[in-house]
């Protein structure tokens, strides 16, 4: 069987929406309703129409998903597909932090689970992280779990950001000397870094976005070459969006394994099987969905 045009079919039949993340792998993107980066998807998952949602993703990616539109069947096709980052910071790790700074709010990266949103007052993407901390009232914050999407945030704002030791092993891993060799030898090349990445390796990048922010940059830049610091995964669409231009990674197998879980094979299973269903508890999803909603009711301007 052709078995990207049966999960098609199912996909009608069942009237069920796929999305996906833009690091999931080249055939599932290739039939997703939606691709996009956490902000991205967390809008189009609070707007679907379908009854629906198979989410190619992460854990949290889901679960974020659901707490949106709990009305919504949330399917993960590999269950076991988890952010290692998002398991760095607990509720009651936040819990004990907080009674250490009282009064002091708290922003978390979306990548946390609903428990950890639900004791937050305000979610955050890469791709707002900034816009998110300074519409708070406050000269100080805590930011969990990534400390350096964290340090990113506060180069630009006016605040004290009270940092979690969590971050991403597969971002963390990009070496600012190695960054130095690809930019010596391709001289010409851009350098555009996710913002999970170190400190020193920020301090080198031309530019710095989320995911989908990669694609807007490099489809805009009259440049030809571009050294990606961020998952393999995001070449899919900027190969295709931009033929005439070349990506070099800022290291080699630059890969989420978690997000290479979800397969063909495991999407088709997820809809025959209707599995797995993601729920959140009505009262943690209720107070999570707070700090999301909180985070969606700021104006755009990115
Ligand atoms: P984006 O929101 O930029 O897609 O990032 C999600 C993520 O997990 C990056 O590692
Ligand atoms: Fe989590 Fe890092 Fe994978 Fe993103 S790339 S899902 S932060 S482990």
Known sequence: MDIKKEIRRLLKEKDA?????NYQIDDIQEIADFTGDSLGLSIE?????????VFCGVHFMAETAYILS????????????GCPMADMVTAEGLREL???????????????????????????????????VNSLDSDKIIFVPDKNLGHYVSRFVDKEVILWEGF????????????LKLKEQYPDAVFVAHPECPPDVIDIADHVCSTSGVYKYVKESNKKRFIIGTEQGVGYRLR??????????????????NMKKTTLRK?????IKERYVITVDEEIRKKALKSIQRMLDIPRNY
């Open 267 to 271: 999407v088709y299973d997820a809809l």
């Open 45 to 53: 998952a609070s707007k679907v129409k379908q009854k629906t949602i």
């Open 240 to 257: 295709k969006e931009n033929p005439d231009k070349e990506f070099i990674f800022a290291y080699e197998n630059f890969v989420c394994q």
């Open 70 to 81: 709990p009305d919504k069947k949330v399917l993960l096709p590999e269950i076991d597909a």
């Open 17 to 21: 929406v796929l999305l996906a993340h």
């Open 168 to 179: 991403c092993p597969i971002h963390h891993k990009v070496r600012k000397e190695q960054v």
């Open 98 to 132: 907080k009674k250490k700074h009282p009064g002091v709010p708290v922003v978390c990266y979306v990548n946390t689970s609903a428990e950890v949103k639900a004791e937050s007052d305000i979610c955050c993407t890469s791709a707002n992280a900034i816009n998110v």
